[in-house]
């Protein structure tokens, strides 16, 4: 596999004075990853996206995204402030298997995790979940609306997803702002209830 196109984050940081905190956006293959970061980042995002060549047509499973033409092949990289001056730092990870040892990177010194689901496909979800807890990571769960996906509510969706009850799982729209907004405030406020009391607010180790 060739190896990931570097990724510059200067100018993309803010001063000091506020609360930091990295979080990643995960998720399957096609689950709206790119979209979300994309709908809520208050700076330009930084994208590492490529056209889906015939080459990868045995790896990317199309089924229930036939439209998908391109694909994450390293980082997506977005910022929100919140109220609160808490700013969060979305990384977005590729979805397919083989792009899995790159999640660990990417992962590195995040404090949660916000794991896009998609109604077609919610199996697919399970290995990404797995890797979240493999990792010790806080994390909830974003059911992407899409317009052509059964609709389910959230007990149903609480159940075959196997969720934890303290789990927080929304449901959402990764092309809205508001709707999209709502699941990344409900992952900060699980962290936030599992940071130790005596953590520092916004030490120069926990900037991405």
């Known amino acids: 596999m060739d190896s990931a196109p570097s990724v510059d984050l200067v100018g993309y940081l803010p001063a000091g004075g506020q609360t930091l905190m990295k979080l990643v956006v995960t998720g399957p293959f096609g689950v709206g990853k790119t979209t979300l970061i994309r709908t809520l980042s208050e700076i330009p995002p930084l ?6 060549t015939a080459s990868s047509a045995g790896h990317d499973d199309l089924a229930g995204v036939p439209e998908k ?6 980082v ?13 730092y979305l990384f977005g990870t590729p979805g397919q298997e083989r792009f899995f040892p790159l999640w660990e990177d990417i992962a590195r010194g995040a404090l949660g995790a916000l794991v896009l689901a998609d109604t077609r496909r919610l199996g697919d979800s399970f290995p990404v979940m797995d890797m979240v807890e493999e990792q ?3 994390y909830a769960v974003a059911v992407n ?6 609709a389910y509510g959230d007990e149903v969706l609480r159940k075959h997803l196997d969720l934890h009850p303290s789990t927080p799982l929304v449901q959402c729209d990764a092309r809205d702002r508001h709707s999209s907004v709502e699941p990344l405030i409900a992952l900060a406020e699980h962290v936030l209830t599992r940071l130790p009391e005596d953590r520092p607010s916004h030490p120069e180790e926990d900037r991405p």
């Open 76 to 88: 997506d990289f977005g910022r929100l402030t919140v109220p609160g001056e808490l700013v969060l």
């Open 136 to 138: 010790g990571l806080p």
């Open 145 to 150: 609306r899409f317009p052509d996906a059964p």
């Open 47 to 52: 994208h590492t996206e490529e056209a889906m």
């Open 69 to 74: 033409s391109t694909t994450t092949v390293a």
